[in-house]
């Protein structure tokens, strides 16, 4: 199994940054691919950004250009940057692992508890 623990949240204004941090409790490297959804009241789940074991990165286009996913392996940690935040940014973010138990297994796709991330004036 992974766990994951989110932090970074917060309250912040319109063209706020914020730095999400998700913590990991296996080495990234051991971890097909990390990434970040996020849920607005009353709208469904939306996948923003991903990055694999690989190094690479892929990102929604509705926050291309403002958010950045990246890693610091040794921390076993992925960030996303929230740049240029607007108000429809506002959602409560989660993270995700891909992880497989063994090679040759199926992957399963783990969850974190969320943070919320508020823009407002």
């Known amino acids: 199994q992974v766990q994951l623990v989110e932090s970074g949240g917060g309250l912040v204004q319109p063209g706020g940054s914020l730095r999400l941090s998700c913590a990991a409790s296996?080495?990234?490297?051991?971890?097909?691919?990390m990434g970040w959804y996020r849920q607005a009241p009353g709208q469904l789940r939306e996948f923003v950004a991903r990055i694999t074991s690989g190094g690479s990165t892929n990102c929604a286009d509705s926050v291309k250009g403002r958010f950045t996913i990246s890693r610091d392996a040794a921390k076993n940690t992925v960030y996303l940057q929230l740049d240029s935040l607007k108000p429809e940014d506002t959602a409560v973010y989660s993270c995700?692992?891909?992880?497989?138990?063994?090679?040759?297994?199926?992957?399963?796709?783990?969850w974190g508890q969320g943070t919320q991330v508020t823009v407002s004036p």
């Open positions: 995700y692992a891909d992880w497989r138990a063994t090679f040759n297994s199926a992957p399963l796709r783990y």
């Open positions: 296996r080495p990234i490297f051991s971890i097909d691919a």
